[in-house]
């Protein structure tokens, strides 16, 4: 079990220009998770699925997002035509849906600055 | 909607020093709670949790204990040491089914030897 993984881990790029993330959850797990945390802040979701449906996204998530999971196991998060507002790290975390509360095993993140 | 309050840092004790951090919560229903660890350089990391009323999460000496009737879960522990220095969050998840965390701000904990 090698835990999640996220890539790249930092991505720098120029406003305007789009940028897409990688998450690799636990294999076994079909929960998917989105976070964004900004400097000083907690982590805020944006989006989650089941396998691969996505089942909620919060409002954070303006048309520029767009999450994927197309065959329930590594997923993507694209953001077009960044904002400098956009610059935050990006957390992936991945659960197995079970009887009971199931834990959330976070990934490294990926960090990202629009310049 | 749910919500997560919780002291604000930076905090800063001797080795051995008595830890408490408090968290404060918002939320329809029953939530669980959680507090959450992020070392230097790392992911976060689930410390403890408890699912209902009363009950104790207990982890590495750490404890925080489910107050419905205060809306509390504040962190504790007993005599902290280098190796805690960390930054601290505080999350909930509203409804079994959807187990999405609302996280508190965080509080960055140092220990100085």
Redesign the interface.
């Known amino acids: 079990d090698t835990g999640v993984s996220q890539n790249p881990r930092h991505k720098i790029t120029k406003r305007g220009q789009n940028v897409t993330f990688r998450c690799d959850p636990i294999s076994e797990h079909n929960r998917l998770y989105w976070y964004r945390q900004t400097l000083g802040q907690g982590p805020e979701f944006l989006t989650y699925f089941q396998n691969e449906a996505q089942l909620e996204k919060s409002r954070l998530l303006s048309d520029r997002f767009s999450a994927e999971r197309p065959k329930g196991s590594f997923s993507t998060l694209e953001i077009q035509r960044t904002e400098q507002g956009d610059s935050a790290m990006y957390l992936c975390a991945s659960s197995f849906l079970d009887r009971g509360y199931n834990e959330q095993f976070f990934g490294p993140g990926t960090r990202l600055t629009v310049l | 909607g749910n919500s997560?309050t919780q002291m604000e840092g930076p905090v800063t004790l001797s080795e051995e020093a008595f830890l408490t951090i408090n968290c404060t919560y918002t939320a329809t229903g029953y939530p669980?709670l959680f507090w959450?660890v992020q070392y230097p350089g790392?992911?976060?990391?689930?410390l403890l949790?408890a699912?209902k009323a009363d009950d104790k999460g207990s982890n590495k000496g750490f404890e925080a204990t489910y107050r419905k009737e205060t809306t509390s879960f504040h962190l504790e522990k007993g005599s902290v040491q280098v190796s805690d220095s960390a930054v601290y969050?505080c999350?909930l998840?509203a409804s079994?089914?959807?187990?999405?965390?609302?996280?508190?701000?965080?509080t960055r904990l140092t220990i100085i030897p």
């Open positions: 997560v669980s959450y790392e992911g976060l990391q689930l949790k699912t969050f999350a998840s079994f089914g959807n187990e999405k965390l609302t996280f508190g701000t965080g």
